[in-house]
């Protein structure tokens, strides 16, 4: 198992007293890692630290507002890529399809498409099938990243150590692509609201059925890693 992609994947999870419990670990996992830069190595424990001694209702209402209120920082990748277009489904299914053949049971409500789950998975693939497809979400990661650095948020060293364990140069045409688009910084929470309802798509499990079960995710830290293809259907679309 990869432990740092486990850790990233948890770093990026709903916060919840499980995980704030764990994350003096998972900042040691993640500062142990020559892959990552060592300013980003840094920053990854300091947000680790400020996850894990922060007001548990601070952490969550800060996590909520950055992920689940704003659409151009939504952690499920194919918002990005294919929007609410037909694409989205197949993707979808693609990717839960990819899952059970690695006999890979996600331990939480949220989309197969969400990033800690997808991270999850790829903690048990070889390093080398993982690292493709972060390479193939290198623009969206790339986006993210600025955005949240745009709005100081410690949670851009997650993107950017993904980046960086990506190994490969993000579409730059992609990257300035996404950030064109008008990034919806959820200040008004009535208009926002109205804009989900209007466009809501769902695919699988309820995206608003609950928060990821972190105790079940850390129980599998140190599980052995299973075979099968790494998905691959990231990039961007036509």
Not at 76 to 84: C, M
Not at 147 to 172: H, I, K, P, W
Request: charge should be negative; include cysteine; glycine fraction near 6%.
């Amino acid at each position: 198992m990869d432990r740092t992609l486990k850790a990233l994947s948890l770093t990026l999870s709903y916060p919840s007293v499980d995980l704030q419990d764990a994350m003096l670990e998972i900042g040691a996992v993640l500062g142990a890692d020559p892959r990552i830069a060592p300013d980003t190595r840094k920053a990854l424990q300091k947000l680790a630290g400020d996850v894990g001694q922060g007001d548990l209702f601070d952490v969550q209402e800060s996590y909520v507002m950055l992920f689940d209120r704003s659409r151009t920082l939504s952690l499920n990748l194919f918002e990005h890529v294919h929007g609410e277009s037909r694409d989205r489904g197949g993707a979808m299914v693609s990717l839960i399809e990819t899952y059970r053949e690695g006999g890979f049971e996600p331990a939480t409500t949220e989309l197969p498409d969400h990033l800690p789950v997808l991270l999850e998975f790829l903690s048990t693939r070889p390093f080398a099938e993982a690292q493709e497809t972060l390479a193939d979400a290198a623009h969206i990661l790339d986006a993210l990243a600025a955005r949240l650095v745009r709005r100081e948020s410690g949670y851009a060293a997650a993107f950017a150590a993904l980046s960086q364990l990506a190994g490969a140069q993000a579409d730059t045409d992609a990257v300035a692509e996404m950030l064109a688009q008008p990034d919806d910084d959820p200040t008004d929470l009535t208009a926002l609201d109205a804009v989900w309802e209007e466009t809501e798509v769902t695919f699988g499990p309820d995206p608003n059925a609950g928060c990821p079960q972190v105790r079940d995710m850390l129980a599998l830290m140190d599980k052995p890693a299973l075979k099968a293809s790494a998905p691959t259907n990231l990039n961007r679309s036509a």
